[in-house]
């Protein structure tokens, strides 16, 4: 369930929202980023391909 989970419901319900608010947040210009409850990672991807130059930290409690 998990590799489905990731192959089909990250790109088509997680990832748009996910290249948004990438993208607001990259206008912003931070050097620094927390993302807490990363969840799936989609966000995280995302914010890491918008803020190249950024420290980007994720956290997901398993």
Known sequence: MPD???RWLGPVLFRPFAVDLAQRVAALGPTRVLELAAGTGVLT???LEAL???????LHDS
């Open 52 to 58: 190249p130059g950024a420290a980007v930290t994720g």
């Open 4 to 6: 489905s989970y990731d």
């Open 45 to 47: 991807e995302e914010l």
